[in-house]
């Protein structure tokens, strides 16, 4: 028989974050007591308003096919929340939904990328980056934001990592998984070389709600009008309002790059589903009470978990600004307790532990895990007193 596969999906890499979380959900379906923190999801339900408004628009029969690019009344609604959160005018034309903000960033790339265009990734990054730009026939090319710099890129690395192929650079702010957040001057800095150099930005903003400590979040697309000319903004209602299951992200750029990408979209998913459209109508028009709710929740459980997980014996760690992710550099806590490599550590915490943690290897840190703190405090207390006993129990000098 001939090959059943195409050349552009025999490299890639499986999401580390669904294998794992799916691992310990099997573990748990078998009775055996783990406690994942894997996911990155928020661990409250969507708020009432917004499952009243999706009960309301079924109920009012609003369950056809709606525009590929998205409902016109969720466009004004992404529209109004871009101009008072963001200070940021869009029009219609330049923005499109999409079935999350995975689908919306896949679509972005199908649409920009020829083949060979490089896009400039900085590390630690989301696993699903390198594999879309790759299944769009770009080239990643990554450049490390380290410890010492915050897990930030400067804008010396990025001007430095420009070829004459380059197309784009991704910023995620604050980013997934080391929760670090660019400040408005480290943007402009930025966005200063990608003007310079003509490149389009990809302004990752999945988790702008989440952010701590007094830190207000900047996008990149505010810096001037230059810069939001060449900025293609992403974001959604998945980590802000609780609806990752509801699958609504959102593109808001440039008209050409929109336009292509409905055109795509027309073809593959038809629209984002209609009832999560009405439902993140509301989550964008109505009461913001239930986000700072849950904003002030991941606050208050990072100030609990984190002195506990700094104090790891191997273990060190920043204190992240935004998101709900701990970036602990582990290499040390690994080779003291006999493991030959960081997944090796985290297979056994699994196994033993019973602690589910996301490998840093899918993120291009493979010295370091990812925890999610999108959990009930009394389980990631617990969670975190596990990992201390693990690692005590085998440390070897």
Same mark, same amino acid.
Do not use: C
């Given at each position: 028989? +001939? ?19 799916? +691992? ?19 661990? &409250?339900? %969507? ?61 972005? #790339? ?11 990734? /900085? ?22 934001? %380290? ?7 400067? /804008?010396?690395?990025?001007?430095? !990592?420009?070829?004459?192929?380059? =197309?784009?650079?991704?910023?995620? @702010? ?15 800095? *930025? !966005? ?71 055109? *795509? ?32 929740? #991941?606050?208050?459980?990072?100030? $609990?978990? &984190?002195? =506990? ?14 998101? &709900?992710?701990?970036? /602990? ?11 030959? @490599?960081?997944?090796? &550590?985290?297979? !056994?915490? *699994? $196994?033993?532990?019973?602690? !589910? ?19 009930? *405090? ?11 006993? #693990? ?7």
């Amino acid at each position: 028989m +001939k090959n059943l596969l195409a050349d552009r999906v025999k490299t890639l890499t499986p999401s580390t974050t669904l294998a794992i979380t799916a +691992k310990a959900k099997a573990m748990k379906a078998e009775g055996i007591d783990v406690i994942g923190l894997g996911a990155g999801e928020p661990d &409250f339900n %969507t708020p009432r308003n917004i499952l009243d408004a999706a009960i309301d628009s079924m109920e009012k029969g609003l369950t056809k096919y709606t525009p590929a690019g998205g409902l016109p009344v969720l466009k004004e609604a992404i529209i109004n929340k871009l101009q008072r959160d963001n200070n940021l005018a869009y029009t219609p034309g330049e923005v499109m939904v999409g079935v999350g903000a995975k689908h919306v960033l896949y679509t972005l #790339f199908q649409v920009i990328l020829n083949k060979g265009d490089e896009v400039i990734i /900085p590390i630690p990054y989301w696993v699903s980056y390198p594999e879309q730009v790759k299944l769009a026939g770009g080239v990643p090319v990554y450049v490390e934001g %380290t410890a010492e710099q915050q897990y930030k890129i400067t /804008p010396e690395q990025l001007r430095e !990592a420009i070829t004459d192929n380059t =197309k784009a650079v991704i910023i995620n @702010s604050p980013s997934n998984p080391s929760g670090m957040i660019y400040n408005q001057q480290e943007l402009a800095a *930025l !966005a200063a070389v990608a003007v310079e150099k003509d490149i389009l930005i990809v302004s990752d903003e999945i988790y702008e709600k989440l952010v701590y400590g007094g830190i207000t979040h900047h996008s990149i697309a505010q810096v001037s009008q230059e810069v939001k000319a060449r900025t293609i903004v992403v974001n959604g209602v998945a980590k802000s309002h609780s609806m990752t299951g509801w699958r609504i992200g959102y593109a808001a750029g440039d008209a050409a790059i929109i336009k292509a990408m409905t055109d *795509l979209a027309s073809h593959s998913t038809s629209n984002a589903t209609t009832t999560a459209q009405y439902a993140a109508v509301e989550a964008y028009n109505g009461s913001q009470d239930a986000v700072e709710h849950m904003r002030q929740a #991941f606050e208050g459980r990072l100030a $609990t978990i &984190f002195p =506990k997980v700094a104090a790891i014996p191997g273990f060190s760690v920043l204190q992240p600004q935004g998101a &709900f992710y701990l970036l /602990p550099d582990v290499a040390e806590a690994a080779k003291h307790t006999g493991y030959e @490599s960081v997944d090796a &550590f985290v297979s !056994a915490l *699994l $196994t033993e532990a019973k602690v !589910a943690v996301i490998p840093g290897s899918g993120f291009g840190a493979p010295n370091t895990i990812r925890l999610s703190y999108a959990t009930s *405090l009394e389980l990631l207390e617990e969670a975190v007193r596990r990992m201390d006993e #693990f690692v005590k129990a085998k440390w070897q000098n």
